[in-house]
Nanobody
Framework: QVQLVESGGGLVQAGGSLRLSCAASERTISSGAMGWFRRAPGKEREFVAAISSATYYADSVKGRFTISRDNAKNTVYLQMDSLKPEDTAAYYC??????????????????????WGQGTQVTVSS
């Protein structure tokens, strides 16, 4: 059973930075797609970023967030800079049911992911 554990969330002022981590067990992250999604209060879960053979970003975070992975640590990161109050949300990492790559279209789709972490809260104050 693949397990994903997020960490690194917290409270930060607007303009600040946070780095989220997603540690995976029972899955080698180096080959397959990993994604970050978020859900703000009262809103649907939405795509933030993904890494597969390339990296993909939502327009709302492009240029501010960076997704990366450390294969030795089997961990995916989301570096979030220039944070805004509208970035406030619970952030989740996810991966596919079987190890596979996703293209730019599929990487943004929630239904392409099967395993999800429990989420980590990010709150950005104005």
């Amino acid at each position: 059973q693949v397990q994903l554990v997020e960490s690194g969330g917290g409270l930060v002022q607007a303009g600040g930075s946070l780095r989220l981590s997603c540690a995976a067990s029972e899955r080698t992250i180096s080959s397959g797609a990993m994604g970050w999604f978020r859900r703000a209060p009262g809103k649907e879960r939405e795509f933030v970023a993904a890494i597969s053979s390339a990296t993909y970003y939502a327009d709302s975070v492009k240029g501010r967030f960076t997704i990366s992975r450390d294969n030795a640590k089997n961990t995916v990161y989301l570096q979030m800079d220039s944070l805004k109050p509208e970035d406030t949300a619970a952030y989740y990492c996810a991966t596919t049911r079987i190890v596979r790559r996703l293209d730019g279209y599929d990487a943004r789709r929630l239904d392409k992911y099967y395993y999800w972490g429990q989420g980590t809260q990010v709150t950005v104050s104005s």
